[in-house]
C-alpha cells in the first residue's frame, strides 16, 4: 500500500540545502586542496612582504635624516671634506628618500660656493630630476643651475633658468629676484622683448618688491635702446 504524500516543510528543505552545500564545499576544498594552499601562501607572502617594505622604508628615513643632520653639523663646523663625503653617503645609499633630495641639493650648493660648477651642475639637475617636490628648493636648483650657465658663457639658457626659478612658485619671495635677474641676463643678450615683459611683470605683480625700482630702470633702459 503507498504511502500519502508527505509535504517538506520549508525547514526540512533548508536544511536540506545546507547539507547539500556542506558536501559540495567539502567536495571542492578536497578537490583542489594544492590550489587554496598556494593562494593563502600566496597571501601571506604579500601581506608579510607589504609589512616589511612599509618598515624598511621607515628605517630608511630615519637612517637618512640622521645622516643629514650630521653632514649639515659637520658643513656648520667648516669639515668641507667630511661633508662632501657624508652628503655623498647619503645620495648613493638613500636614494629616493626625501632626505636624500635634501642632500643632493646642499651638495650641489656646496659645490656652487665653491665655484665648482661642473659638479654643482650635476647635483642641481639630480635634485631637479629626481626629487623637486620643495617649491623653496626647486626654485633654488633652477638659480644655482643658471649661475653655473652665465659663468659657462651660456646666457640664453641662464636666463631661462632664472625664469624657470621665478614660475615654480610666482607667491615666493624670491620670485621677483628670479625674473630681475632673468631680465638682466636677456638685456646683456639684447632681447629687449623679453626684458619688457619680465621688468613689466614685476612692476604689475611684485608692487612692494625691491625689484620693482629696479625693473622700472630696466624698462627705462629698453626704452632708450629701442
Avoid at 82 to 103: R, W
Amino acid at each position: 500500500m503507498l504511502k500519502p504524500y508527505k509535504r517538506i516543510s520549508k525547514k526540512e528543505l533548508k536544511e536540506d540545502k545546507f547539507v547539500t552545500f556542506t558536501i559540495k564545499a567539502k567536495d571542492y576544498l578536497e578537490s583542489n586542496a594544492r590550489t587554496i594552499m598556494w593562494a593563502v601562501i600566496a597571501v601571506v607572502v604579500v601581506i608579510f612582504l607589504a609589512s616589511f617594505y612599509v618598515r624598511s622604508k621607515k628605517q630608511a628615513n630615519i637612517a637618512a635624516n640622521e645622516l643629514l643632520g650630521r653632514a649639515l653639523f659637520t658643513l656648520n663646523q667648516g669639515k668641507e671634506s667630511e661633508t662632501e663625503q657624508q652628503l655623498k653617503e647619503l645620495i648613493d645609499n638613500y636614494d629616493g628618500v626625501s632626505a636624500a633630495g635634501e642632500g643632493c641639493f646642499f651638495l650641489a650648493k656646496y659645490y656652487w660656493q665653491k665655484d665648482d660648477c661642473a659638479n654643482a651642475k650635476i647635483y642641481f639637475t639630480k635634485y631637479l630630476d629626481d626629487y623637486g617636490n620643495d617649491d623653496l628648493l626647486a626654485a633654488a636648483s633652477h638659480a644655482g643651475y643658471a649661475d653655473c650657465l652665465l659663468k659657462d658663457g651660456n646666457s640664453r639658457e641662464a636666463a631661462e633658468n632664472y625664469e624657470k626659478a621665478a614660475r615654480v612658485n610666482k607667491k615666493s619671495p624670491q620670485a621677483p629676484s628670479y625674473l630681475y635677474s632673468a631680465a638682466k641676463t636677456y638685456l646683456e643678450l639684447d632681447d629687449l622683448s623679453k626684458v619688457k615683459e619680465l621688468a613689466s611683470e614685476i612692476i604689475e605683480n611684485y608692487e612692494e618688491s625691491e625689484y620693482k625700482r629696479r625693473a622700472e630702470i630696466l624698462l627705462n633702459t629698453v626704452k632708450y635702446k629701442s
